[in-house]
């Protein structure tokens, strides 16, 4: 059968020619060396450009990465070798290499050495820690050399392939080749080792149009690959996959099977002449070098091929060798997210390429698929018990029978002797199987569950399944879909119903009671498995999650994807394995889950009487938040061990006193605002006000002071929120005492001069005069100079204010009538009320400070009495800060004589 891949495109870019490219071992990026002297690095998974190097005005035929020196390495037509830190883009160094064209460029795995080879038939060898010097230099070939490869299994030697009908294996530490290998009919352009460590391997590729494998212990030509209509330019043995792929300047990458040297598959993306492929280990992914672009495609899933049984042995394939560890014989403490030092026993060598592994539900067995083909091992030593042809094998979740699928419409079942016992075509195109309690077959965008008894249909269910996960008891199903699962409720009571009252045969259509849908959890699934009635899953944000009804925990966020292997109970631990075969280990208590479950069906004395005494405390905040997400709030209460959250579910309990008491032994200022808000709503204003106290919450101690009319803790909280630097809440509190002194005072100390003299203009204006002198000391200080002489006070210019000494006076009257005002109770509000509302004139009559004061209507008379040209220049005096007509004291010596107001206003506009 042929080998089943899904191909699929990452990455499609068109471009000039390219001659080369590479992949980066840990970033998602493909290094593209262009004809044109451009060297590009794309992002695969973006598919755009994330570096742009310009090189040259000619050919760059080779470039690769340096991963451990963030490096790239070019060669190009101008014979110069080039290197670039791919992160800052600097260039690293630059040399003259060789005196003919450069074809390619290996870099050794570990030693900082490259070798590189010319047109001018030389290979060197370079050692960049040696300032880049040519440590060696092979000689031997008679035409141009086209490539050079390490040996992944002996990095000391390399392969060369040259135009001269050869290709030589040469070691860095001798000029002479070890051996030639003789037999392509043209010249050679391509060579690459097979990198598994069965086969001493060397693929070569010509312009004979044939690909050719060689043993190089033997020296002989193992296989001769014919299928390519033009020459071959490039070769590849991939280590992760059973292939050898070959491209041509005929325009096709043909894929021939490792083992049979069967041709596969045949691509042919339209992009012309193929010159440069390039695959990662560990990997699925390989770059394609076109005439007209860069091609990235992923051959096959990227997931590991393993399986775990119930006791902890765990069964590996990696290419056809099947491998076997056993989790259980890691003793002592286990460190979550670690990987596991376990060693590995061998089974042997699988007939088939493994694409997937599963043990059957006892674990005796181990169905291993791929190639089209299946074979049922027994999981102790991997005896063949039997075999056929299937693309899928999925095992029964009891009986131990299993079921096959060929293509779109044969589906068989066999019992646990192996044998066919059952077989159906569905009618329409089932895309895939699914095992557990009921056999899934998967259509186009809906799943049908069938009985294995007699293969009837139970219940078709309208979701585009790619997984199906069945619980140990066979009671609960989690459907994956695309961005969603569901989870449902499965009733064989309800199917056996069905059954009986149709003389054992159901319904055509299926029986609609057999399943009820519980949730759906919008999370993409990659793995999952259950654990008791918990589903645990891994999603595509790297995260291990695990659900009990609806609400949704992550255990752990990964570094890396990981794919679930099983779940030990007396352990305690899940158990997970990545892409390198790595298995990590991590906690997850089977009472947590049982408590939990308990909890979702109701049973919440049950979790607490029965579950919870096997739980260690340390867990139990994480219960108690789990039981107020399922609104158990008193109950969480309980089981809450952190004193914050105690304290959040107290005051969300309304608890008062509880919440009072854990503030007041694990003090701090978010539980203290939280209380002050719950005592305010609750008229407990002592309380607030300890708690608000406590917070420093001054903006708050306002709000209640002034409400509660408390002139002496309104003082008391303006001197305490000067001292904190609150000079918004300080200001406010002596002003609406009375203070007004206190708050020019603070005014002044928080170096607001312009706010202090407007202010002292309004409220205190025996204080005008100092308050003007130091703004404009301040004024001269900052230079602006004009500003500062513009400025009038009263004591200088006493024709500027007009009244002033009325204001003063009324100032010292509204003094003396607040300090008579403190001595009155409260009772005696409704007779003063009118003083509220009262004017100058009034306010000092009501204290007999009014014989040399003016009364309103004087003032009145006094305004009346001005004439016209006489306010218009005051109210120029006002505009510009001086007498009109009068030059303003201590003014600079200026030639120029202004107009009165004119031109301090015109130095005034200058200065701003």
């Not at 491209?247 to 099977?257: F, I, P, Q, R």
């Not at 018990?385 to 693309?391: I, L, P």
């Not at 917070?695 to 306002?702: M, Q, R, V």
């Not at 024709?799 to 003063?808: K, Q, R, T």
């Amino acid at each position: 059968m042929p080998l089943r891949l899904d191909i699929e495109k990452k990455l499609t870019q068109r471009s000039e020619r390219v001659k080369c490219v590479d992949i980066h071992p840990t970033e998602p990026w493909v290094l593209a060396s262009m004809y044109d002297g451009h060297v590009f690095i794309y992002d695969y998974e973006t598919g755009s450009v994330v570096k742009t190097f310009e090189v040259t005005d000619q050919p760059v035929r080779c470039g690769v990465f340096v991963p451990r020196k963030q490096w790239i390495i070019v060669g190009a037509d101008d014979m110069h070798i080039r290197c670039y830190n791919y992160n800052t883009m600097e260039k690293v160094k630059i040399f003259e290499a060789h005196i003919d064209y450069i074809r390619s460029i290996t870099v050794h795995p570990s030693l900082p050495v490259f070798v590189s080879c010319s047109d001018d038939m030389l290979v060197k060898a370079w050692d960049w820690e040696k300032g880049w010097e040519c440590t060696m230099l092979f000689e031997g070939h008679s035409h141009y050399v086209m490539q050079v490869k390490f040996n992944p299994k002996d990095p000391n030697t390399f392969a060369s392939a040259s135009l001269d009908h050869t290709i030589k294996v040469w070691n860095l530490s001798s000029p002479v080749p070890n051996f030639t290998l003789e037999g392509h009919e043209k010249g050679v352009n391509c060579v690459d080792y097979y990198n598994g460590g069965d086969k001493p391997y060397i693929v070569t590729g010509g312009d004979d149009k044939c690909v050719r494998i060689w043993d190089y212990q033997t020296k002989a030509c193992v296989q001769t690959l014919e299928n390519h209509s033009h020459n071959v330019s490039c070769v590849a043995f991939l280590p992760d996959r059973p292939l050898i792929v070959s491209g041509s300047e005929d325009g096709t990458v043909l894929l021939w099977h490792s083992n049979t040297y069967r041709l596969e598959q045949t691509l042919n993306y339209g992009f012309d002449r193929c010159w440069s492929i390039a695959y990662l280990k560990g990997s699925n992914k390989v770059a394609l070098g076109f005439d007209e672009g860069t091609v990235l495609v992923q051959m096959g899933k990227d997931t590991p091929v393993a399986s775990m049984d119930t006791s902890g042995k765990v069964i590996l394939a990696k290419h056809n060798e099947v491998s076997t560890v056993n989790v259980r014989t890691i003793h002592g403490d286990i460190t979550d997210g670690e990987r596991l030092p376990l060693g590995t026993k061998e089974l042997g060598s699988c007939e088939l390429y493994p694409q997937t592994l599963a043990h059957s539900p006892n674990g005796r067995f181990v169905a291993v698929c791929g190639d089209g083909e299946y074979i049922i091992y027994t999981a102790l030593n991997l005896r063949n018990k039997s075999f056929g042809s299937a693309d899928e094998v999925v095992w029964d979740n009891s009986a131990g029978e299993y079921a096959t699928r060929l293509g779109t419409n044969d589906i068989r079942v066999c019992n646990r002797t192996f044998k066919e016992r059952k077989s159906m075509r569905p009618t329409y195109a089932a895309e895939a199987i699914f095992g557990g309690a009921l056999l899934g077959v998967c259509g186009r965008d809906f799943i049908c569950f069938y009985d294995w008894e007699d293969l009837q249909l139970v219940r078709r269910i309208d979701v585009e399944a790619t997984g199906v996960y069945w619980s140990d008891q066979a009671h609960l199903v989690a459907i994956v879909g695309e961005s969603s699962f569901y989870v449902l409720q499965y009733s064989q009571d309800a199917v056996n119903n069905a059954l009986d009252a149709g003389s054992g045969q159901l319904p055509e259509d299926g029986v609609d009671d057999a399943f009820e849908l519980i949730h759906e959890v919008p999370e993409t699934v990659q793995t999952g498995r259950w654990v008791g009635d918990c589903f645990v899953y891994t999603n595509s944000n790297a995260r291990l999650n695990y659900a009990v009804g609806a609400e949704v925990s992550t255990l752990v966020h990964m570094d890396r994807p990981m794919y679930l292997l099983g779940y030990l109970p007396k352990e305690n631990r899940l158990y997970c394995i990545d892409k390198e075969h790595n298995i990590v280990s991590y906690t997850l208590l089977l009472a947590v889950l049982e408590f939990k479950t308990a909890v979702v069906r109701g049973g919440v004395k049950i979790a607490k009487d029965k579950v919870l005494p096997r739980i260690p405390s340390q867990e139990h905040n994480k219960l108690a938040r789990f039981l107020e997400s399922q609104g158990l709030r008193e109950d969480a209460m309980e089981l809450a061990t952190d004193p914050d959250y105690r304290c959040d579910l107290a005051i969300g309990l309304g608890r008062l006193d509880l919440a009072t008491d854990i503030a007041r032994n694990f003090p701090s200022e978010l539980k203290w605002r939280q209380l002050a808000d719950l005592a305010t709503v609750k008229g407990d204003f002592v309380l607030a006000e300890e708690c608000l106290t406590e917070s420093e919450d001054y903006s708050g101690l306002l709000t209640l002071y002034s409400a509660k009319a408390d002139k002496k803790a309104m003082l008391n909280l303006a001197d305490k929120a000067a001292a904190a630097h609150k000079m918004n809440v300080a200001f406010l509190a002596n002003y609406m005492c009375g203070d007004m002194n206190k708050c020019l005072d603070m005014l002044i100390s928080s170096d607001r001069i312009a706010e202090a003299a407007v202010f002292a203009r309004t409220y205190v204006p025996s204080r005008i005069s100092p308050v003007v002198d130091m703004w404009r000391n301040g004024l001269r200080k900052g230079g602006s100079v004009r500003i500062a002489d513009a400025l009038a006070d009263p004591e200088a210019h006493p024709h500027l204010f007009p009244g002033i000494d009325d204001s003063i006076e009324g100032e010292k009257a509204a003094s003396a009538l607040a300090e008579k005002r403190e001595q009155l109770p409260a009772s005696a509000f409704p007779e003063h009320r009118h003083e509220a509302g009262m004017d100058l004139a009034e306010l000092l009559q009501a204290v007999n400070l009014n014989g040399n004061g003016l009364a309103a209507n004087g003032i009145e008379e006094e305004q009346t009495d001005s004439t016209p040209q006489d306010m218009e220049d005051n109210d120029d005096a006002e505009v510009t800060g001086q007498p009109s007509g009068e030059p303003v004291e201590n003014s600079p010596t200026d030639d120029t004589d202004y107009p009165s107001g004119s031109g301090e206003d015109s130095a005034l506009a200058e200065e701003q």
